[in-house]
T-cell receptor
């Protein structure tokens, strides 16, 4: 069974731009969560989606948004990028009960 | 108080020894507990999950959970240099109709050959 895939793997943007990241979960997994990982803050929860609905959201500004499609694929968007948004963005999928999560390889975003 | 706390380390153990990693959490309603291993430059990899009090063994790994003390630990027996990584403790709670997973900052483990 294929794992979680994320595209793109690397991205370089400048301040003020926006970015969209994509995540395809493991087949049969309908819950997708997004995390931001930085050396200083560790793994921070962004949001969780199930059946195209956001069920939970972390403490991030409204510039961070996401959505999930009917095939469970998910995207997250960051608008008006700031230098501090440079991070590894990880997507994880799980079965609906939301227990064991399996991570994708991540998207490394650099904001210049 | 952080929701999930881990000693950042580094924890250094000789090859063949037992490595003991600890984690405490603040939400008494937490239901699921996980240990992930993360190699430098890679994404976290699930190695153990535990849901009820007591011990759970899987190969060289043993997870221990004590909900009364809000404490979860991971023991790695016969540590190998390939076990050198950052170990993340994760705690899952039901929130807002879904679930929310909080990760600790991780403990860096070095296994010396």
């Amino acid at each position: 069974k294929a794992g979680v895939t994320q595209t793109p793997r690397y991205l370089i943007k400048t301040r003020g731009q926006q970015v969209t990241l994509s995540c395809s979960p493991i087949s049969g997994h309908r819950s997708v969560s997004w995390y931001q990982q930085t050396p200083g803050q560790g793994l921070q929860f962004l949001f969780e989606y199930f059946s195209e609905t956001q069920r939970n959201k972390g403490n991030f500004p409204g510039r961070f948004s996401g959505r999930q499609f009917s095939n469970s694929r998910s995207e997250m968007n960051v608008s008006t990028l700031e230098l501090g948004d440079s991070a590894l963005y990880l997507c994880a999928s799980s079965l609906p009960r939301g227990n064991e999560q399996f991570f994708g390889p991540g998207t490394r975003l650099t904001v210049l | 108080q952080k929701e999930v706390e881990q000693n950042s380390g580094p924890l250094s153990v000789p090859e063949g020894a037992i490595a003991s990693l600890n984690c405490t959490y603040s939400d008494r309603g937490s239901q699921s507990f996980f240990w992930y291993r993360q190699y430098s430059g890679k994404s976290p990899e699930l190695i153990m999950s535990i849901y009820s009090n007591g011990d759970k063994e899987d190969g060289r790994f043993t997870a221990q959970l004590n909900k009364a003390s809000q404490y979860v630990s991971l023991l790695i027996r016969d540590s190998q240099p390939s076990d050198s990584a950052t170990y993340l403790c994760a705690v899952n709670s039901r929130k807002g109709g879904g679930f929310k997973t909080i990760f600790g900052a991780g403990t860096r483990l070095f296994v010396k050959a």
